[in-house]
């Protein structure tokens, strides 16, 4: 058997059936679809990152039972070389139990010269080799001797067998070579197919938000990488305590501990300054839905502009580059804000109850979520 062969006959053993895997991910709604409007602005037409022109994600999952469940999950900033052409870019750490790899020299410059991967906390290092490989195969790259690839992670390992490093250079080189700027999957898939949030099922999760011709018109995409805990609420309602479901509840409930990767796109024309002022917002966002960021969480923002008036190129010399004012940044940090709590909504209501490595982890109850929200008003 192939190896992609292996993983299609892998699937169809954890989830029955190809066709029903696929009707199954389709039935359970995202968050919008079920009547939970979150904040005031409206979402793009995918209400996802890749509303921001020219951002592209791709996935790759990687199932091998009985104990491997993981993938990777690749965000492009835009087609073109990114080594070349580089995107202003900032992190922000909200807690800093983590991995994630190339962070000093983003902090120092103020750029992002690769591609975006997510994936699991053993496999940083896998991911990241085989993107420098890549990038070195792209044109106009045969001098380069230096690469910052940006990689981050959480830990899947209740759900996946984290210890084998299951990522191989062909997961990566899928990942980043089937991008598209088309609707992004969501729930367990790519580097959310073995994470846990809130007690359940986690995964991948985006929204958008597109601001009136007012407040300038730009776009602010987001994608989570969601594994983490707390108490969960959902457009204030306390989902969590409702369904009997949180941190500290009781012996065998969690911490808390567990991590969230956050990827914030626009097309605004900022510079690493207000990137980091915006990635300082998805933390609130983040807050609304009922994390503590414990102790053992890795929180990490990353934020970059799309905006060709500061793309950056190697040459030396003086650049000039278009930058916002600091008075138009509200209206994006509350669009940040709204962008990251549904998100990290989406990334659960599409994500499905998943068995793997001894364990299994259920999928958020819809029906007794939804309940809850009618009771408090949250949906109609």
Known sequence: MNHMAGRVAVAAILFGCLPNMALSQAERPRAREVGLEIGIFEPGRLNAITDVEGVKVGHRTIISPPNVLTGITAILPHSDNLYSSRVPAAIHVGNGFGKLLGVTQVRELGEIETPILLTCTLCVWQAADAM????????????????????????????????????????????????????????????????????WKGGIGTSSRVLPQELGGYTIGVIVQSNFGGVLQIGGAPVGVELEQYSFSGPTSSDGDGSIMIVVATNAPLLSRNLERIAKRAIMGLARTGSFASNGSGDYVI??????????????????????????????????????????????????????????????????????????????
């Open 303 to 380: 934020a970059f502009s799309t905006a060709p008036g500061v793309r950056r190129s190697t040459n030396g010399g003086v650049s000039t580059y278009e930058d916002l004012a600091n008075t138009s940044m509200s209206s994006l940090f509350a669009a940040t804000v709204e962008a990251t709590e549904e998100a990290i909504y989406n990334s659960l209501f599409k994500a499905e109850t998943a068995s793997s490595n001894g364990r299994t982890v259920e999928a958020l109850p819809l029906e007794a979520t939804l309940e809850v929200l009618r009771r408090y008003g949250i949906i109609r």
């Open 132 to 199: 420098v490989e890549w990038m070195l195969q792209q044109r106009g790259m045969d001098e380069v001797r230096s690469i910052n690839p940006v990689v981050g992670e959480t830990n899947d390992g209740t759900l996946n067998d984290i210890r084998s490093r299951p990522i191989s250079p062909a997961d990566v080189v899928a990942a980043l070579e089937e991008a598209s700027t088309d609707a992004v999957d969501e729930g367990a898939v790519g580097a959310g197919a073995g994470t846990i949030a809130f007690g």
